[in-house]
């Protein structure tokens, strides 16, 4: 699916985002970053959801949007506990997975925004495996920016076989100028999030 995005002229970034008052925040992260979980403390928070996992950009008269997905998110059972207060009655993703589905919406959990929103900033996240120091909100380069979206893009040997690595790269390029790329380091554990989340609207009010 994200290679058919590439060959459409969209971009696919791993990463979750959500909306709060008509904009569009993106949490990009490896494996256990934790973006579902930043994602789904800002839901507690009053965000609706327009993506979990993969986040499908548009460029619009040069500005950049991100594009809804489903109403559902994959939390991990701990997850599901803090958020929801239960996971055993939720559906596992796959068979072979511990990964839980959870509806967004519609009698769920928080609210799905179904429609393309203008993005406003993308966080590099990545927490502390003690769960313990402050939480770091740091501006990033370009340069370094490029580098970090090129890494959690999707498909990169498809892309690179189909001839299709130059074009990815400009539309990175054009992403990184137009929308602020910060990396985000925070404190594992699921009572510091409400923390996070504060973070995020102190530092982003004019976006808010």
């Known amino acids: 699916m994200s290679y058919w995005f590439e060959l459409n ?10 909306v709060v008052d008509g904009l569009a925040i993106a949490f990009v992260s490896s494996h256990g970053g934790g973006k579902s979980g930043l ?3 800002m839901i507690q928070a009053g965000a609706s959801l327009l993506t ?8 619009r008269h040069d500005q950049w949007e991100g594009r809804p997905s489903y109403p559902h998110m994959r939390m991990w059972p ?10 055993v009655d939720l559906p596992p993703v796959q068979k072979d997975t511990e990964k ?3 509806t967004i919406g519609d009698g769920g959990f928080g609210s799905f925004l179904d429609a393309s929103t203008p993005l406003a900033c993308i966080y590099l996240a990545s927490r502390r495996p003690e769960g313990d120091g402050p939480i770091e909100i740091q501006p990033v380069s370009r340069s370094e920016a490029l580098i970090e979206l090129v890494r959690h893009s999707f498909s990169a040997r498809l892309v690179e076989a189909a001839g299709l690595q130059p074009a ?5 390029a054009r992403l990184v100028r137009a929308v602020p790329v910060r990396r985000l380091v925070y404190p594992s554990g699921f ?10 609207h102190n530092l982003d009010a004019n976006l808010f």
């Open 168 to 172: 990815r790269l400009d539309r990175l």
């Open 9 to 18: 002229g969209f971009m696919a970034l791993h990463a979750s985002a959500v």
């Open 52 to 59: 979990d996992d993969v986040l499908v950009l548009e460029e």
């Open 100 to 102: 839980r589905s959870v």
């Open 39 to 41: 994602a789904a403390a």
């Open 78 to 87: 701990d997850e599901a506990e803090y958020f929801l207060g239960s996971y």
């Open 191 to 200: 009572d510091r999030l409400p923390e996070v989340v504060r973070s995020l």
